[in-house]
Nanobody, 119 residues
Framework: QVQLVDSGGGLVQAGWSLILSCAAS????????MAWYRQAPGKQRELVAS???????NYGDSVKGRFTISRDNAKNTVYLQMNSLKPEDTAVYFC?????????????WGRGTQVTVSS
């Protein structure tokens, strides 16, 4: 059984920074994609950033230049450094991983961590 535990959210003022982390545990062979999504109230879940194991990173247009995704493969962990936060960044942030286990490639999601940015 694989589990993702995401953390690091909180309440901050506009212009501040936060770093989110998400660690995967269980019988993991490898992790293909690590990513962050977010969902604001009344809106659809949207991609924030993704990082394939051997490819280019991808960012949502609204966070380019402010957010940075990184991964530590030895720790099965993905991070999201969020700088210059804006009120419109307020959302629940979910980590997502495509993980190779004994059962094959499977999508896994964290439970989500709330980020609230006040103006």
């Amino acid at each position: 059984q694989v589990q993702l535990v995401d953390s690091g959210g909180g309440l901050v003022q506009a212009g501040w920074s936060l770093i989110l982390s998400c660690a995967a545990s269980g019988r993991i062979f490898s992790i293909n994609i690590m990513a962050w999504y977010r969902q604001a109230p009344g809106k659809q879940r949207e991609l924030v950033a993704s990082m394939p194991s051997g490819g280019n990173t991808n960012y949502g247009d609204s966070v380019k230049g402010r957010f940075t995704i990184s991964r530590d493969n030895a720790k099965n962990t993905v991070y999201l450094q969020m700088n210059s936060l804006k009120p419109e960044d307020t959302a629940v942030y979910f980590c997502h991983m495509v993980i190779h286990t004994i059962g094959g490639l499977t999508n896994y999601w964290g439970r989500g961590t709330q980020v609230t940015v006040s103006s």
